[in-house]
């Protein structure tokens, strides 16, 4: 399973999933209370309640546990779920999360978070055309990747609609900062399945000299992977430089709790629940 960033959608997986699906079944869902993704009540529009609904969604795929990537608010997600049992992996995509109740990193995430708002709210006032126009996207990009250019125009348009119409946008703001209060991640070092950390040497949204040595040090069976060149949503930019990287992760825990010689279907190669709508 394929997580997103907050904001954004399974739209961000596009061109890594064909790259997995020759291999394993693949779901990238859509988080709810995001562009196309389920409904979700303003007061569950929290990091707990997005870990219930990814919870139910396995259980109606029929999977009690599977690999779990993902990435920001995804990769904090995995370790959640993994806390919880649902994971026989999981792979942390500069994962947010990474500090301590009120420290000076929680803070500086939390105004970067302030200083994106005014992107949303130019999508949203632009509509469609703003998904459209080369320079609102291309500036939208620049908190996520380091080259906008790299982009696609298709994932670009789709990161401007999904990030300007997310639902839980102004009221996970306000949990971000209640957040102060809870702190980041809990619980790595009761994390009791084998994990990678991928670290995006140009990530401007979570910087890895100084947020990846919290997940490195208090994951107890972690691997350290450098993703050069690359900003906070590496797989906009370089979805080859992704999958390679997590095809490795899954070959190295092939047999965490998959059955030698499985046959592997490409029927579940899909992007759940919806579509993202136009």
Same mark, same amino acid.
């Given at each position: 399973?394929?997580?997103?960033?907050?904001?954004?959608?399974?739209?961000?997986?596009?061109?890594?999933?064909?790259?997995?699906?020759?291999?394993?079944?693949?779901?990238?869902?859509?988080?709810?209370?995001?562009?196309?993704?389920?409904? =979700?009540?303003?007061?569950?529009?929290?990091?707990?309640?997005?870990?219930?609904?990814?919870?139910?969604?396995?259980?109606? &795929?029929?999977?009690?546990?599977?690999?779990?990537?993902?990435?920001?608010?995804?990769?904090?997600?995995?370790?959640?779920?993994?806390?919880?049992?649902?994971?026989?992996?999981?792979?942390?995509?500069?994962?947010?999360?990474?500090?301590?109740?009120?420290?000076?990193?929680?803070?500086?995430?939390?105004?970067?978070? &302030?200083?994106?708002?005014?992107?949303?709210?130019?999508?949203?006032?632009?509509?469609?055309?703003?998904?459209?126009?080369?320079?609102?996207?291309?500036?939208?990009?620049?908190?996520?990747?380091?080259?906008?250019?790299?982009?696609?125009?298709?994932?670009?348009?789709?990161?401007?609609?999904?990030?300007?119409?997310?639902?839980?946008?102004?009221?996970?703001?306000?949990? =971000?900062?209640?957040?102060?209060?809870?702190?980041?991640?809990?619980?790595?070092?009761?994390?009791? %399945?084998?994990?990678? =950390?991928? &670290?995006?040497?140009?990530?401007?949204?979570?910087?890895?000299?100084?947020?990846?040595?919290?997940?490195?040090?208090?994951?107890?069976?972690?691997?350290?992977?450098?993703?050069?060149? %690359?900003?906070?949503?590496?797989? =906009?930019?370089?979805?080859?430089?992704?999958?390679?990287?997590?095809?490795?992760?899954?070959?190295?825990?092939?047999?965490?709790? &998959?059955?030698?010689?499985?046959?592997?279907?490409?029927?579940?190669?899909?992007?759940?629940?919806?579509?993202?709508?136009?």
């Amino acid at each position: 399973m394929l997580i997103h960033p907050f904001a954004l959608s399974h739209d961000v997986w596009h061109d890594v999933i064909p790259r997995l699906a020759d291999e394993y079944d693949v779901v990238a869902m859509t988080l709810p209370g995001h562009w196309g993704g389920p409904k =979700l009540r303003r007061r569950e529009m929290t990091l707990r309640g997005y870990a219930d609904a990814v919870e139910v969604f396995l259980d109606k &795929l029929g999977w009690d546990t599977c690999h779990i990537a993902g990435n920001s608010i995804g990769g904090w997600l995995a370790c959640e779920l993994a806390l919880r049992g649902r994971a026989r992996s999981i792979v942390a995509i500069a994962p947010a999360g990474g500090w301590t109740r009120f420290s000076t990193t929680q803070l500086l995430c939390g105004l970067k978070f &302030l200083l994106v708002a005014p992107f949303a709210l130019l999508g949203w006032a632009t509509g469609e055309l703003g998904a459209r126009i080369g320079w609102i996207r291309r500036l939208a990009l620049r908190t996520c990747v380091m080259d906008p250019r790299r982009v696609p125009d298709d994932r670009a348009a789709n990161f401007v609609r999904a990030s300007s119409r997310c639902p839980s946008f102004m009221p996970f703001m306000h949990f =971000l900062w209640a957040d102060l209060v809870y702190g980041g991640v809990k619980g790595l070092d009761r994390v009791d %399945v084998k994990s990678t =950390l991928m &670290l995006c040497d140009s990530d401007w949204m979570v910087p890895p000299r100084r947020y990846g040595r919290f997940y490195a040090d208090g994951l107890r069976d972690v691997v350290v992977v450098n993703l050069p060149d %690359v900003g906070h949503c590496p797989m =906009l930019e370089n979805p080859e430089l992704v999958a390679d990287a997590l095809l490795d992760h899954l070959r190295r825990n092939k047999g965490d709790g &998959l059955t030698e010689g499985q046959p592997i279907s490409s029927a579940r190669a899909t992007m759940m629940p919806e579509g993202p709508r136009r």
